[in-house]
């Protein structure tokens, strides 16, 4: 089997457990918000359950925004704050591997990014950059993680980058879903750290488009 089929067998593979996973979230009731708070906060595996239901979505394009505020709403601000990130890395991490085991092929027919460029910034920079990358959401959480897997960084620098990058939106989204019934100055908080996150994803996305335009 040549490299070229091989990458795309492994990109079928992914594609397969990504289709199984949207059917499986159709298929099943939407429960309501008490019968899920009970389940999880009621439950010796809850907390288990949602860490690896997390990062299992990790591997998809789930919005994990939502998630995250479901997370505040189930669990509190401290409760929901630590298994949020704890699913987010092991989520993170098994699609790092993922990515390095599909080769960087497959990894850009999926996430429909190139791995040139952010191998160049993660190579050069390490864990610095990649605490940039996941702080300013220039590009999807999911698109990252398999990107990073088919570029040069090492692991640890992704791992630990990844881990205080995700932490200002984690902690935001978190408070929302924790206090926002309440809106008070932890919800407005919240707000304003993501309105700065966006900012600066649009300001990053606006100077890349121009230099590109420059350079033509």
Not at 42 to 60: E, R
Not at 103 to 117: D, I, L
Not at 149 to 177: E, F, K, N, Q
């Amino acid at each position: 089997m040549t490299g070229h089929r091989r990458a795309w067998v492994r990109l079928m593979v992914l594609v397969l457990f990504v289709a199984a996973a949207a059917v499986a979230a159709l298929l099943f009731p939407v429960p309501t918000v008490e019968e899920v708070r009970w389940y999880f906060t009621g439950t010796s595996w809850g907390p288990a359950v949602f860490i690896l239901g997390y990062a299992a979505l990790t591997l998809t394009p789930v919005p994990k925004s939502v998630l995250t505020i479901g997370a505040g709403v189930v669990f509190g601000f401290v409760g929901g704050v630590g298994l949020v990130v704890a699913a987010a890395l092991l989520g993170a991490s098994a699609a790092f591997w993922l990515g390095r085991w599909l080769g960087r092929e497959a990894v850009e027919n999926y996430t429909g990014a190139r791995a040139g460029k952010l191998d160049e910034v993660l190579g050069r920079r390490g864990f610095v950059a990649v605490v940039g990358v996941r702080l300013v959401p220039v590009l999807p959480f999911t698109a990252i993680n398999y990107l990073a897997g088919a570029t040069s960084v090492g692991w640890w620098h992704y791992l630990l980058g990844t881990a205080l990058g995700i932490l200002p939106g984690t902690v935001s989204y978190v408070t929302l879903g924790a206090f926002g019934l309440r809106f008070g100055w932890q919800v407005q908080a919240a707000l304003a750290v993501l309105g700065l996150l966006t900012l600066a994803g649009l300001v990053v996305a606006v100077r890349k488009r121009r230099k590109g335009a420059e350079r033509v």
